[in-house]
């Protein structure tokens, strides 16, 4: 095999010559100029021409509400108090003699009972056997009085005759005194003897109910030792208290009605008491109860006391609202879209009406519905 010899080919020359590197870039920067103008021509012209605003929408109102006047109204107050169930007058009785044995005592706690009925009787054969030496003592008494007073009598006669002497009939005057002064005496003797005797009877003073038996028959009393409680005339009452700036709403004959339970008993305030408990700046009120009550002393009973009436200023209870921590009320002006918030002092409650005490006037208008979703300055529709 012969070897054969491979061809050089000559360079062939180029028809086109390639451009210069400088040209390369060249186009593209000018490119990138050309936009970068635009770009600054285009925000010129923004800049010189700002678009025109978009008109204002028409404010929308945040809620449709109901407003209704702050009215005057003739309102009846009440002031409320509780307190517990007592007497009227408890009656404490006691041995007025000591020493002696009870053998009658007829009467229970509970029980009704008169004027001069027997409570208790006490063993009296001792004091009856004095009350009878003194009564023989005032016979004996008054016998030697009569006799003395005969004796001077005689001397009277016997001197007016001049038969007798002056000197015995002075001595006769004087044993008529001395008898007389002996009558005296022995009378109150007597009448002491008596009185101790009557002691032995323990008599109701007045008509009312036991509330109370201390002793029982067989025992022996102490001189002053308390025996029975009676409720006088059986009648009732309600201490009730009441916060002192109450007080001045409360008189006596104005109605009341206690609550006990599920009960209302019809009353009526018998006695404001003059002085305040500076402790708990609570004030007594004695409220008089039916004898028909069905109360028992010791109970606890709430009782409410109708006042005058007077004139307030009212709100219907929906149109108050609380916020920071107070209650508050929003007033829509005559004429004006928007709320105002004011707050409130607020007193009773009545009927669903709310008392106002302080922050508005009457005649101004408030939103009674819808208030609970305002806030102050919030621009509000009022519904037909």
């Known amino acids: 095999m012969l070897d054969r010899p491979i061809p050089i080919e000559a360079p062939q020359e180029a028809t086109a010559s390639a451009p210069p590197p400088r040209r390369r870039w060249l186009g593209p920067l000018l490119g990138v100029l050309l936009m970068a103008g635009a770009g600054y021509a285009a925000l010129s012209w923004r800049a010189a021409h700002p678009p025109a605003p978009p008109p204002a929408a028409a404010p929308v109102p945040a809620l449709t509400v109901a407003v209704g006047p702050v009215i005057m109204r003739r309102m009846g ?50 004091l009856a056997a004095q009350a009878a030496q003194a009564v023989a003592a005032v016979g004996e008494a008054e016998a030697f009085l009569d006799f003395a007073r005969q004796e001077e009598a005689r001397s009277e006669t016997l001197v007016r005759s001049q038969t007798g002497s002056r000197q015995v009939l002075e001595q006769r005057q004087s044993a008529t005194r001395q008898a007389e002064a002996r009558l005296v005496s022995v009378k109150a003797r007597r009448d002491e003897a008596l009185a101790r005797l009557a002691q032995t009877r323990i008599l109701a003073p007045t008509d009312g109910v036991v509330s109370r038996v201390s002793v029982r028959i067989g025992a022996v009393t102490a001189l002053g030792q308390e025996m029975f409680r009676v409720i006088r005339d059986g009648r009732l009452e309600l201490d009730a208290r009441v916060p002192e700036l109450e007080l001045t709403d409360v008189q006596a004959g104005q109605a009341a009605t206690v609550r006990h339970g599920g009960r209302e008993i019809a009353a009526e305030v018998r006695l404001v008491a003059p002085v305040v408990a500076a402790e708990t700046r609570l004030g007594l009120v004695r409220i008089a109860l039916p004898n028909d009550s069905g109360l028992r002393p010791g109970m606890f009973a709430r009782a409410e006391i109708r006042a005058p009436a007077r004139e307030v200023l009212m709100v219907p209870a929906s149109a108050i609202v609380f916020r920071e921590g107070a209650p508050q009320a929003f007033i829509l002006p005559e004429g004006g879209e928007r709320v105002e918030m004011r707050r409130l002092a607020t007193g009773l409650r009545q009927d669903g009406m709310v008392e106002i005490t302080e922050g508005l006037r009457a005649s101004e208008r408030v939103v009674t519905a819808g208030a609970g979703f305002l806030v102050n300055g919030d621009l509000v529709r009022v519904a037909p």
Request: proline letters at 4%; glycine letters at 14%; charged letters at 25%.
């Open 77 to 126: 107050t009440s002031v409320v108090g509780d307190g517990s169930v007592v007497a009227w007058q408890e009656l404490v009785i006691g041995a007025e003699v000591g020493g002696l044995r009870i053998v009658e005592a007829p009467l229970d706690e509970g029980m009704p009972v008169r004027a001069g009925e027997l409570l208790a009787r006490l063993d009296d054969s001792v």
